[in-house]
């Protein structure tokens, strides 16, 4: 038994490392906040019926992003290309990314569901702030420190 869950966690780890270095995250830091950031790029609704697949330097050398998007929502994602490039290339502060080519992929529906804000005391909260104080990157911060807030939330 012990056997298989061994298998099963260095299969999974093998397939993350995999999936990671197809997305060129390792590569490109920057390539990873356009990911990290999606939904606030370009909006939740966008986020939403969309995915990054890849990012790639054609023959002509300009950086293109590859997303993904249902097919019936291919031609207004087209017609949005110019402002979606805008606001990425916006966001990382430097004209980075020059195309957006749009593919069309299956994209499972997501159910709205609104999280209710998670209320911790305040000592909690310095607890795991003071956790966090050696991370540098601001977003990756906020993501352990509202992960800290839901495990301290589920232990109740």
């Known amino acids: 038994m012990q056997e298989t869950a061994y298998k099963g966690i260095k ?3 093998k397939l993350s490392i995999n999936y990671l270095n197809d997305l060129s995250i390792k590569k490109d830091p920057l390539f990873s906040r356009i990911i990290f950031n999606w939904s ?3 909006s939740q609704p966008v986020a939403q019926t969309t995915q990054i697949l890849k990012l790639y330097t054609d023959s002509s ?3 293109c992003l590859l997303v993904g998007c249902h097919g019936s929502q291919i031609t207004l994602m087209q017609m949005k290309s110019g402002v979606l490039l805008e606001k990425i290339n916006l966001f990382l ?3 980075y990314i020059q195309k957006i080519i749009f ?3 299956y994209i499972a529906p997501q159910s709205v569901q609104q999280k209710k804000p998670i209320v911790i005391s305040p000592e909690k909260e310095k607890e795991i702030e ?3 104080c050696g991370i540098n990157d ?3 911060k906020r993501i352990l420190f509202n992960l800290g807030k839901e495990i301290n939330n589920k232990n109740k």
Do not use: C, N, R, Y
């Open 130 to 132: 003071s956790s966090l």
């Open 103 to 105: 593919k069309a992929i």
């Open 93 to 95: 502060g430097k004209k």
């Open 138 to 140: 601001e977003d990756i």
């Open 40 to 42: 606030k790029i370009v």
């Open 11 to 13: 299969t999974f780890q």
């Open 61 to 63: 050398q300009h950086k």
